[in-house]
């Protein structure tokens, strides 16, 4: 089975768990609750992404290389250094979120949220170590432990989160207690995930052997900061986006009047309905990408432009086949969605749904920006990234700060300055790829087709949901229909219009079964 789809079914079912996760979660805490479950988080999702984003990819690059030349010393080598880093780095970070959480919660005005931050703070240090095994087992490109251990570790998000919650709201606690209660389900689950890929690790590898003739760790060390670096600025930029919504939602709407518990309740309702539901679609690319990277880094490494030039185009089909309709779908539906997920919150729904409307435009941007993010990576071209995403960054905290703060758009000015970032990055990113990609590799080759497939597609799924609005009032009963509709309208046209084929699955699918076992 190929590493995406082993991948893919896997983020559909964290997915699915994560959205059953948010519906009874803010049932419990409301939006004021999640305004401060979701300012924890945010800042735990920026710290996990600068520690953990650059050196999983790294070594699945130069485990993926070394394997390539049959060095399979080198790949353990590579491997034991980067989990002493990661291992080290998680340390240090967990540490120092714990010891400034009331100063990161009183920056992003929100002092409340400081005993959140706290119960956080642990999945740091859990997630570095699952970071590094990862990382190994996807260089082999083994995509099962990172499966495995991504539904292990939302299962335990949702069911110790939920429980603790609600266990915290039963014994009379405050929203902002019961709301610390609630995410330190991420920590136990992040620390169920790393137990399950460190006894992963061990029974296939037996423990480690030593190797007097194995190059010495600052070697590994010098190589994994080269690549990992970069990476680790770029998600660093990515993440800086969301805390700029964080802190600018909050502060600029109360500088247009909005009171604390309102824009509270408004940055709730957004990260809890909106932005999950945003997310969705961009979660499938991963998949694709990290069965893409070792794949053609190994390509590069071996100088085997056909192999690159299928990799490419192929990973930019599969991401636009995915995305398009989905963005589209996003955009015309959002109140819909939103409104059968969490149909007991009315007033977040009426805050959320034009919010998720305008960020369904950015869907196929964000999927394009990961997939030319990896290519960029594979070419070791890990610089270009990061000027993509540091104007990107720039246009989104200008455009944020002025358009929150016009008491005419207001809220509104999150998702549209998250638009114009996804803008800016995706269109300096294909500049950078058309010149590093071997010539014909197709990036613009695959956005007219999935295009006219999506508009035809949709305008079906409306000629079906019109009418179904007036022999029902269900949002479930005509969304679905609609949904079912235009996904049938969309796979007969992709078939039918080449848009998708055997080719693009084959290409991420192992030539060989691979053991993997240290000797």
């Given amino acids: 089975m190929s590493g995406v789809l082993v991948l893919s079914a896997s983020t559909i079912i964290v997915k699915i768990i994560g959205l059953a996760y948010k519906i009874p979660l803010i049932s419990i805490l409301g939006a004021e ?37 049959g060095d399979d010393r080198r790949a353990r080598g590579i ?14 970070v967990s540490g120092a979120l714990a010891v ?39 260089g082999h490109r083994c995509m ?32 902002s207690v019961a709301a610390a209660f609630g995410v330190l389900g991420v920590s136990l689950g992040s620390l ?8 992963r690790k061990r029974l296939e590898s037996g423990g480690y052997s030593d190797d007097k003739n194995a190059k010495s760790s600052g070697h590994y060390v010098f190589e994994l900061l080269r690549i990992s670096l970069p990476i680790t600025v770029g998600s660093a930029l990515i993440g800086s986006t969301r805390m700029i919504d964080m802190a600018l939602i909050m502060r600029r709407l109360q500088d247009i009047g909005v009171s604390v518990a309102q824009s509270n309740r408004i940055y709730g309702s957004y990260t809890t309905l909106a932005l999950p539901i945003f997310s969705l679609v961009p979660a499938f690319i991963p998949p694709i990408t990290e069965s893409l990277i070792p794949r053609l880094s190994a390509a590069v490494e071996s100088g085997a432009e056909a192999e690159q030039r299928r990799a490419v185009s192929n990973s930019v089909r599969l991401t636009v086949f995915l995305a398009m309709p989905a963005s589209m779908g ?11 997920l969490f149909s007991n919150q009315q007033e977040a729904i009426a805050i959320s749904a034009p919010l998720l409307s305008v960020l369904g435009a950015s869907v196929l941007f964000s999927c394009m920006i990961t997939t030319t993010n990896a290519i960029l990576q594979s070419y070791r071209h890990v610089l270009l990234p990061i000027l993509s995403l540091a104007l990107g960054a720039v246009v989104k905290a200008v455009s944020a700060y002025y358009l929150i703060g016009n008491i005419s758009i207001g809220a509104m000015g999150a998702p549209i300055s998250t638009l114009l970032f996804n803008i800016t990055v995706l269109g300096m990113n294909i500049i950078f790829v058309k010149k590093a990609a071997p010539r014909n590799s197709g ?27 007036r022999v029902s009032d269900s949002d479930f009963v005509t969304f679905g229909a609609a949904f079912l509709v235009a996904a049938a ?20 699918s192992h030539r060989r079964n691979v053991k993997i076992k240290d000797k």
């Fill in 192 to 199: 169920v995930a790393a137990f399950f890929l460190i006894v």
């Fill in 144 to 175: 099962t432990p990172t499966a495995v251990s991504q539904l292990l570790e939302a299962l335990g998000k949702l069911i110790f989160g939920v429980v603790f919650a609600a266990l915290a709201i039963f014994m009379g606690m405050s929203v």
């Fill in 443 to 469: 990036v613009f080759r695959q956005l007219p087709k999935p295009f006219f497939a999506s508009v035809i597609a949709m305008a079906a799924s409306y000629a079906a949901y019109l009418p179904m609005t």
């Fill in 330 to 340: 996003i955009m015309l539906y959002s109140k819909q969605i939103i409104s059968i």
């Fill in 489 to 508: 309208v969309y796979i007969l046209l992709a078939c039918l219009m080449g848009v998708v084929g055997k080719e693009d699955i084959s290409i991420f």
């Fill in 79 to 92: 491997y034991k250094t980067s989990y002493a880093l990661l291992l080290t780095k998680g340390v240090l």
């Fill in 33 to 69: 609750g999640m305004g401060y479950f979701n300012s924890a988080y945010e800042i735990y999702a920026l710290l996990c992404g600068v520690s953990t984003s650059g050196l999983p990819i790294a070594v699945s690059m130069l485990i993926s290389s070394a394997r390539e030349r």
């Fill in 100 to 138: 400034f959480a009331e100063p990161f919660a009183k920056w992003i005005g929100n002092s409340d949220a400081y005993l959140a931050i706290l119960a956080i703070s642990p999945a740091l240090l859990f997630s570095c170590i699952s970071g590094a095994v990862r990382g190994y087992f996807q």
